[in-house]
């Protein structure tokens, strides 16, 4: 079965410093790895995806992440960091689990304060 | 705005009891998704419908169940509610149920149980 691992409770950053918050997964097979955030009160809503290729995705509002297979990763990053990117983030991935459907599995998410 | 719309945005009701959430997807959308979101066990998928049947099932328990009507809506339904069933419903779509579809998820249903 698929999982994935955001080992960061919590991460505060200084607004205009770079952020990355982590991500790992296991699955059996090539990995679909999404990025979602969620405003308080608010849906969750989509960032990026790798799905294969260039491993340096780009994504929305200036988002990018970093599909490593050797170490199982799919770190987001930012190069400068904005007061409103103050969010929940979960990483996702998407596997098969079974007579042709694709399950989607989320991280427990990681809370990202950015301090003015 | 996602294009998905949830109703009601909260629900409050007592346990025992039976409720009803909806769920349109966005235009064109063929997928619908639904899952769990509480404190102690972060977002859970529920289960999945494409074009009218049943695609995928996760951690959904026998008193909940859902179905896809023709003209592409959702609804879930939760019987014999729980005080622990207290919790974000969300429900999202896709255009197709393949796994590098993106999902577009609406703003969700709070439901609390008393």
């Known amino acids: 079965a698929q999982s994935v691992a955001q080992p960061e409770d919590q991460v505060n950053v200084a607004e205009g410093n770079p952020l990355t918050v982590k991500c790992t997964y296991s699955?059996?097979?090539?990995?679909?790895l999404f990025w979602y955030v969620q405003y308080p009160n608010r849906g969750l809503q989509f960032l990026l995806k790798?799905?294969?290729?260039?491993?340096l995705v780009k994504g929305s509002y200036g988002f990018e992440a970093e599909f490593n297979k050797s170490q199982t990763s799919f770190h987001l990053k930012k190069p400068s960091a904005l007061v409103s990117d103050s969010a929940l983030y979960f990483c996702?991935?998407?596997?098969?689990?079974?007579?042709?459907?694709?399950?989607?599995?989320f991280g427990k998410g990681t809370k990202l304060s950015v301090i003015p | 705005d996602s294009g998905v719309t949830q109703t009601p945005k909260h629900l409050i009701t007592a346990t025992g009891q039976r409720v009803t959430l909806r769920c349109s997807p966005r235009?064109?959308?063929?997928?619908v998704y639904w899952y769990q979101q509480s404190l102690d066990q972060g977002l859970q998928f529920l289960i999945q419908?494409?074009?009218?049947?049943?695609?995928a099932k996760g951690n959904i328990l026998e008193r909940f169940s859902a179905q896809q009507f023709p003209d592409l809506h959702s609804e879930l339904n939760l019987s014999s509610l729980e005080l622990g069933d207290s919790a974000l419903y969300f429900c999202?779509?896709?255009?197709?149920?393949?796994?590098?579809?993106?999902?577009?998820f609406g703003p969700g249903t709070r439901l609390t149980v008393l």
């Open positions: 790798y799905i294969t290729g260039d491993n």
């Open positions: 996702a991935v998407r596997a098969f689990s079974g007579a042709g459907s694709y399950q989607l599995t």
């Open positions: 999202a779509s896709s255009v197709g149920g393949g796994r590098a579809d993106e999902q577009f």
């Open positions: 699955v059996s097979g090539n990995p679909y």
């Open positions: 419908y494409y074009n009218g049947e049943e695609r």
């Open positions: 235009s064109g959308d063929l997928s």
